[in-house]
Nanobody, 120 residues
Framework: VQLQASGGGLVQPGGSLRLSCAASGTILSINDMGWYRQAPGKQRELVATITSGGTTNYVDSVKGRFTISRDMAKNTVYLQMNSLKPEDTAVYYC???????????????WGQGTQVTVSS
């Protein structure tokens, strides 16, 4: 199983970016998917999550600016980031709680991270 994240880059304050993360491999089912971020010198923090039923959750600092969504058919989760601020600068990681074919229990997998830099 592999989670491939993409879409990071350099953007000016107030700009937008859209992150994508596609899960691939011998996947039986996917439960939660989410995005986390880690800024230099800080701990990794939750940004947003979405359940298989579409329920979303956001950290307070991104509410009203970021939107998480998923395409169940493509096993892909997205993070639309608008009105970006310098404090959003971080490496963004996707993760997914899923069940692999042939296994009973669910496992959490992480993507490789994509850099988002907000600077003028």
């Amino acid at each position: 199983v592999q989670l491939q994240a993409s879409g990071g880059g350099l953007v000016q304050p107030g700009g937008s970016l859209r992150l994508s993360c596609a899960a691939s491999g011998t996947i039986l089912s996917i439960n939660d998917m989410g995005w986390y971020r880690q800024a230099p010198g800080k701990q990794r923090e939750l940004v947003a999550t979405i359940t298989s039923g579409g329920t979303t959750n956001y950290v307070d600092s991104v509410k009203g600016r970021f939107t998480i969504s998923r395409d169940m058919a493509k096993n892909t989760v997205y993070l639309q980031m608008n009105s970006l601020k310098p404090e959003d600068t971080a490496v963004y990681y996707c993760n997914s709680r899923l069940r692999v074919i042939g296994y009973i229990s669910e496992t959490i997998y992480w993507g490789q991270g994509t850099q988002v830099t907000v600077s003028s």
